[in-house]
């Protein structure tokens, strides 16, 4: 296999055998615990493996001490302005551990003065959610005894206490929780959630973690201050659990919210990611599941700079999704396109909006890194690879998707057909994913979760409105594979994939190859699209695959 090794385009930002060189971060004080049970050394790096064997108390006293006395030199000395976006999605900061490690992450790239996006700990953005349907049917009164809530609070609490934060930080975190209780307290009076006061409750879980884990990094002497990212400007749309960024304000409000002070010391903005302000209604917004990747593209757009790092629990942007592939290994590169498609299409590692502040912003690169894993070279996302030894690069499965056939003959010769059916659409506020069409009939799927309101409803509506000029079927439960690809390969891509169909017997039901020229979409019965990924991912990355570019032009590598 022939692996693409372009350097980064971003200039100013360090190679990855730089990183790698890059030593631990400087202790200032003892750094050193022995662990007797184990009979090992833990410095401070493998502090987390030696906590989780079984220490003895006087280790555990011990490891205090190693706390207490931990200080790092604050990253980018010198510096004023910062020059990097670090994000942390909620598996890098799921508790006082991960928060370390992060904190530890931060400050073994002295080069840097980042500017620290994080996501809210662990599954709190989850238990939140669950906090917010429970109390629709929770007595007032019982409203404190909420398994999530409690669940939430002693997360919070506890890291606060693990890493002896500011007492003043530990006493707003407290106070935020009760807040936070207040709220569902209300959910519960009111009897209803809407999608404003869904916003305001899953804010909690990035407004409690950054406010941790800034006061963290000043306990350890780095000067951190937190930012909710509303207070920095960055302004929405007022579409509830789904806004988009309005860029023509937020970018110039950012910039300057996050300009070098004269004269003041240089501060880490550690950043809540996810959340955003109304343009009309000034309440807090959420930009969608996983948004905090766009948050941390939002402000590297704002702030001009080179690169965007969005640290993981996986080694970069894999060949599929890990749950349902074992081998999937990392994609050394992709395009900003490719991203976006393997993230609309499903990929949960990358929010499907993230890559469009790189876009806009033509000068900067997105890295997909591990905070497991952090010499793991990950994913350079950039404008543009070179896709000669390209064939397949990714395979993605979106399940629970709705077919729609429209047909009607009538319309034979006629125009306005396709204008009259997606009108439809576009009335019912519902967005189509895969389309292929012929004279007189449209198959079109759509995601019934992006539907608003009851999908049964809308969809029967639809079908009597369109059922004026056409007949309308529908399937439900099915799943769209898509292969990210080079289309220009697409004879070799389709051939090979069609063997392997008929090989499994799996029926493909539509396919697009459409104008993006990085994607072909299959759709398949749900009952078989994790079979038919496992087999795809088969044929195309288990096997032998080697770029003989230069020897026949023959040849692929497989990303
Ligand atoms: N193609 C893919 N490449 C990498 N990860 C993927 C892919 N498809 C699905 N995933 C899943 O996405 C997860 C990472 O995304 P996410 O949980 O949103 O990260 P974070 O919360 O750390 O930002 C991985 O743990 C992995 O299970
Ligand atoms: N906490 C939010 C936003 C987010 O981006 O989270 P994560 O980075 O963990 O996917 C969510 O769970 O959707």
Redesign the pocket.
Known sequence: MLLQTRAPVASRVATRSERVAVPAPVLRASTVAVAPAVGATCTTQSLVACKRSSWRPSVVAQAATVEASRQYEAPGKGLSQVNVVY??????VRDAERMREVADIICSFPQYLPCVVL?AMGKTTNLLLECGDLALRTATDKIGDLSPLKIIRQLHLATCDELAIEPAVRAEVDHLINELQQLLIGISIMQDLTPRAKDSLVSFGERLSTRIFASYLRTKGVPARQHDAWDLGLTTTDDFTNADVIYEASLPAIAAALAPKPGQQAELPIVTGFLGRGQHTGAVTTLGR?G??LTATVLGAALELPEVQ?????D????????IVPT?RP?TELTFEEATE?AYF?????HPQAMQPAIRSGKMNVR?KN?YNREAAGTIISAHRDLDCSLVT?I?LKSNVTLVDIISSRMMGQYGFLSTVFDAFRRHKISVDVVATSEVSVSLTLDPKKICGAPEDELHQLQSELSKIAGVSYRKGLAILSLICNVEKTSEILMRAFSVFQREDIKVLMMSQGASKTNISLVVDGARGVEAVKALHREFFDGPSVCSKTANGNGHSNN
């Open positions: 994000k942390f999605g909620g598996s890098s996501s996983g905090s990747d969005v640290w993981k629990d996986v970069g942007v894999l060949t599929s999704d890990p749950r999937t994609v393997l499903g990929a949960q590692v990358l997909v905070s990714s993605v």
